[in-house]
């Protein structure tokens, strides 16, 4: 029997009223492969995704690939300079064209050699001459919408979604003066099954309440009492972000408390002495420090596995300093506690869940973001709900 009836839908009302009244999502909706299945039609292939960072690609025929909920894309730069991204499924018999990355002029399937551009089109398609009817401009690769944003690129899987760009408007001002177009990631890194569920990561990444309780002493410069809420989430944003405030300027998410990198030079001392933190959803989540701005690429594997990549962005003047990687060193070792804490929270979270006892709890209100989030999910939860149970 489905899970997805009139009754859960209903049940989903008590999540979304007021933080003071609001109860958490139930249980089943971060443990079902129903429920998952579910999310990956009524979100994920309809939302914006974001993919990685634009310099990842800086030259024509630069691509890599990245696989969305079984679904396998190349991200590409074409001959125009403008980014693409495709389905890395080969029109022939469905061979998964490339993995990885590299620098490519076509797309050569490795199975019959059929060769696509740099932009979808078939170009050739040895020895199907005696096909009847086969027409090469019938049979390129199936192309996603694409938007740049912030230095990100995010992609669409609904050839019919709005553009991305406006919907971010909320959080637009509190970005303006890190430049992030011009921002620099050294690199990022995976870590693959992580066995919590995607909506538990995001919660996490965005949740005040916990800030200097379980992050007690590494991060008691950013106390939980300092969140704030500045900008509520309404109907055609896809952005969720909370303020954290520091007890002292430019702060940091280390040992010293204190900044390591060069400061991004245009803030101000309001945007020096706090962070922002901020759900992108159904991929990314984002934060700012004075110092550098960190990044989660959440890629569901299964209700309750996720990879997640993990980036960091610098002024270009950090990497200038010949101490730059010592300093990444320094900074990623503090964030690396938080990472290991984090992990064990979300990880006992999701064994909780699956629990008989696990329950719909009530918010604090530090917890503002997760009512918020619950919002944007259970609008477009009820849009999808199917009608037949």
């Keep these: 029997m489905s899970i997805l009836t009139a009754e859960l839908l209903a049940s989903l009302?008590?999540?979304?009223?007021?933080?003071?009244?609001?109860?958490?999502?139930?249980?089943?909706?971060y443990t079902s492969?129903?429920?998952?299945?579910?999310?990956?039609e009524a979100l994920f292939m309809k939302e914006w995704?974001?993919?990685?960072?634009?310099?990842?690609?800086?030259?024509?025929?630069?691509?890599?690939?990245?696989?969305?909920?079984?679904?396998?894309?190349i991200v590409t730069r074409d001959k125009q300079g403008s980014v693409r991204a495709m389905s890395a499924v080969c029109q022939h018999r469905a061979m998964q064209l490339c993995e990885g990355h590299g620098n490519n002029s076509t797309f050569k399937c490795p199975y019959h050699h059929w060769n696509f551009a740099l932009d979808g089109r078939l170009l050739g398609a040895p020895a199907m001459e005696r096909t009847e009817n086969f027409d090469k401009s019938e049979h390129g690769l199936p192309n996603l919408l694409v938007e740049e944003w912030a230095g990100f690129i995010f992609v669409n899987f609904d050839p019919e979604a709005a553009p991305f760009a406006p919907t971010m408007a909320g959080y637009?001002?509190?970005?303006?003066?890190?430049?992030?177009?011009?921002?620099?990631?050294?690199?990022t890194f995976t870590m693959e099954g992580m066995p919590w569920n995607w909506k538990v990561m995001f919660e996490n990444f965005n949740d005040g309440y916990h800030a200097n309780r379980l992050h007690q002493f590494v991060q008691d410069f950013c106390p939980s009492s300092k969140s704030a809420f500045p900008v509520e989430w309404t109907e055609g944003s896809n952005v969720i972000f909370r303020t954290a405030g520091y007890t002292h300027i430019d702060g940091g998410f280390n040992a010293t408390h204190r900044a390591i990198m060069e400061?991004?030079?245009?803030?101000?001392?309001?945007?020096?002495?706090?962070?922002?933190?901020?759900?992108?959803?159904?991929m990314l989540c984002f934060g700012t420090a004075p110092d550098q701005c960190f990044f989660f690429l959440i890629r569901p594997t299964g209700p309750e596995s996720i990879d997640v990549e993990i980036g960091y962005l610098f002024h270009p003047s950090s990497l200038e300093d010949p101490?730059?990687?010592?300093?990444?060193?320094?900074?990623?070792?503090?964030?690396?506690?938080?990472?290991?804490?984090?992990?064990?929270?979300?990880?006992k979270v999701q064994q909780g869940l699956r629990?008989?006892?696990?329950?719909?709890?009530?918010?604090?209100?530090?917890?503002?973001?997760?009512?918020?989030?619950?919002?944007?999910?259970?609008?477009?939860?009820r849009e999808n709900w199917p009608t037949t149970h």
């Design 172 to 187: 637009e001002p509190y970005l303006v003066n890190y430049d992030l177009e011009n921002a620099v990631c050294p690199g």
């Design 33 to 40: 492969e129903e429920f998952l299945a579910f999310e990956s």
């Design 323 to 347: 101490l730059f990687d010592r300093k990444l060193a320094l900074s990623d070792a503090g964030v690396q506690v938080f990472v290991e804490q984090d992990q064990d929270a979300t990880m």
């Design 13 to 29: 009302d008590a999540s979304v009223s007021d933080v003071s009244t609001a109860a958490t999502l139930p249980p089943e909706l």
């Design 263 to 282: 400061i991004f030079p245009d803030l101000t001392e309001e945007e020096r002495s706090r962070s922002t933190f901020a759900l992108i959803p159904p």
């Design 355 to 381: 629990s008989r006892f696990a329950p719909r709890g009530r918010y604090s209100w530090q917890e503002e973001s997760h009512v918020q989030f619950n919002r944007w999910l259970i609008s477009r939860y």
């Design 49 to 73: 995704l974001c993919v990685g960072r634009a310099e990842k690609i800086p030259e024509t025929g630069d691509w890599f690939t990245v696989t969305l909920m079984n679904e396998p894309i």
